[in-house]
């Protein structure tokens, strides 16, 4: 499978629906080069839509560090996993972020062990925001999640 580079334009049409529009380009390009072709596309697609661009993102590929195991193991699908919750400045709002596949070893009964290797995504996560770019405070709880 070959790697890409994704810019996503996200528009807002007039009853406040949201959709993203992903254009997919070659990989290896630069945040640069990727602002560059958004600088000419925006203003082609927004011509054509009736919809406003309300923003532009971009996704790149990274390379993965060796090390990490070359197969899945079998174990828990993507669809059993752990919803691990934080609170978060400047909102009443806690953040939550679904982990897939975690290990069943990783739980006491339905609730996600705060040490060990959970432990050690649990103090990761700490480091990184919500989606509002709110600074993640404090870990409230993880728990065994399942989703489609």
Do not use: C, W
């Not at 971009?58 to 752990?82: I, Y």
């Not at 709002?93 to 596949?101: D, G, I, M, N």
């Amino acid at each position: 499978m070959a790697l890409t580079t994704i810019i996503s334009y996200h528009v807002r049409d007039y009853t406040g629906d949201r959709k993203s529009i992903p254009y997919f380009v070659p990989a290896g390009g630069t945040i640069s080069g990727a602002q560059g072709l958004a600088d000419v596309t925006a203003p082609l697609l927004d011509a054509a839509i009736d919809a406003k661009i309300e923003s532009i993102s971009v996704t790149f590929q990274l390379d993965l560090p060796g090390g990490m195991k070359s197969a899945a193991a079998v174990g828990n699908t993507v669809h059993e996993g752990a919803d691990i919750s934080f609170s978060a400045d400047d909102t009443i709002y806690r953040y939550t972020t679904y982990v897939p596949s975690m290990k069943n070893t990783q739980f006491t009964g339905n609730t996600l062990n705060n040490s060990g290797a959970s432990g050690a995504v649990i103090t990761d996560l700490n480091q990184f925001t919500d989606k509002d770019g709110n600074a993640l405070d404090a870990y409230l709880e993880g728990k065994r999640a399942f989703r489609k």
